[in-house]
């Protein structure tokens, strides 16, 4: 089937669910089967302007072959003469990113944020193993699936190792490890400091290093200056601690983050 040639006919465009930098996301629904989708719209003007058809490839090349609960599905791509239309898998919750917003104080409490990166660093596990880093984990590009399973989407940012970044760096740099805040080459490792960053945000309910000014923001990741609420568990205090290493040799991998005593916590 993923051999089949789509186009705009197949489908009955919905509402949009949102906008991107480069084009906005319709809800959609496959006309034969029913089957409701997210149809991810890009102006080829501004893909070429931005001179980022590379990445563009590369997210479709990437994302089109990966199969695992915790990463957004796409299941086919097509372009007519302005635009490229992503097929992708719709899920139904939003971005962590807006679910956060609506929370009292912009957190979850320990359980749901165990919850949640413990989806983040299985998929991220099966992203390693074949070689592939994400390089822009960050609530914006997570998605919250049916019953609130959380999906990696967005691999416009992501890379098969090893690689030195060319791109310059937009938007937030909340989240960007000090290697690549420096523009060094980097690895894997800078998906497990974005796991550390991100674990501190939907417990603290903010990013570890934020300032409204970003060169305080870049003072403070390459210091790795960061302070811990005294409302947050120990285990989750030492979990956050094993991530946010400057040395991304000495981040603990993986394999051993899945069995740490903080994400045993949602057992239930
Ligand atoms: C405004 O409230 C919303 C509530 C739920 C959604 C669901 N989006 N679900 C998606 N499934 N597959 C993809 C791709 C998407 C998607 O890109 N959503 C998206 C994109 C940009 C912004 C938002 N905004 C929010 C609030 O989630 C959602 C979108 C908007």
């Given at each position: 089937?993923?051999?089949?040639s ?9 509402r949009?669910?949102?906008?991107g930098k480069?084009g ?16 991810k719209?890009?102006?080829?003007k501004q ?18 072959h990966?199969r ?12 007519d ?5 992503l097929i ?8 962590l ?20 990166i ?10 390693h ?5 994400h390089?822009d984990?960050k609530?914006?590009?997570l998605?919250?699936g049916?019953?609130?399973q959380?999906?990696i989407a ?6 098969h ?22 523009g060094?080459p980097h690895s ?5 400091w ?8 939907l ?5 570890p290093?934020?300032h ?16 811990v609420?005294?409302?947050?568990s ?22 051993q ?8 916590f949602?057992?239930?």
């Open positions: 089937q993923s051999r089949k789509w186009s705009l006919v197949n489908f009955d465009i919905g949009p669910l949102g906008r480069f906005n996301v319709y809800l959609a629904r496959e006309k034969e089967t029913k089957f409701v989708i997210a149809l719209v890009l102006f080829k893909v070429a302007e931005q001179g980022i058809e590379h990445q563009v490839r590369r997210e479709i090349e990437i994302q089109s990966l695992h609960p915790n990463i957004l599905r796409m299941y086919g791509f097509f372009h003469e302005a635009r490229i239309y992708l898998e719709y899920a139904p919750g939003g971005t990113f807006n679910a956060l917003k609506n929370q009292p104080n912009n957190r979850f409490n320990e359980q749901k944020s165990a919850k949640y413990k989806c983040l660093v299985s998929a991220l596990s099966y992203l193993e074949k070689n592939v880093i390089r984990i609530p914006e590009n998605l919250l049916h019953d609130d959380l999906k967005d691999f416009g940012w992501s890379v190792e090893p690689n030195s970044q060319r791109t310059t760096l937009c938007g937030t740099f909340d989240y960007l490890s000090p290697e690549m805040v420096q060094n894997k490792t800078v998906d497990l974005s796991i550390g960053v991100l674990a501190y945000e417990i603290v309910g903010s990013a290093f934020h409204d000014e970003y060169d305080i923001t870049y003072r403070r990741i390459m210091n790795v200056q960061y302070t609420p005294n409302f947050v120990k285990p989750a205090v030492h979990f956050i601690g094993s991530l946010l290493v400057f040395d991304p040799k000495k981040r603990m991998p993986l394999s983050l899945i069995n740490h005593p903080w994400l045993k949602d057992a239930k």
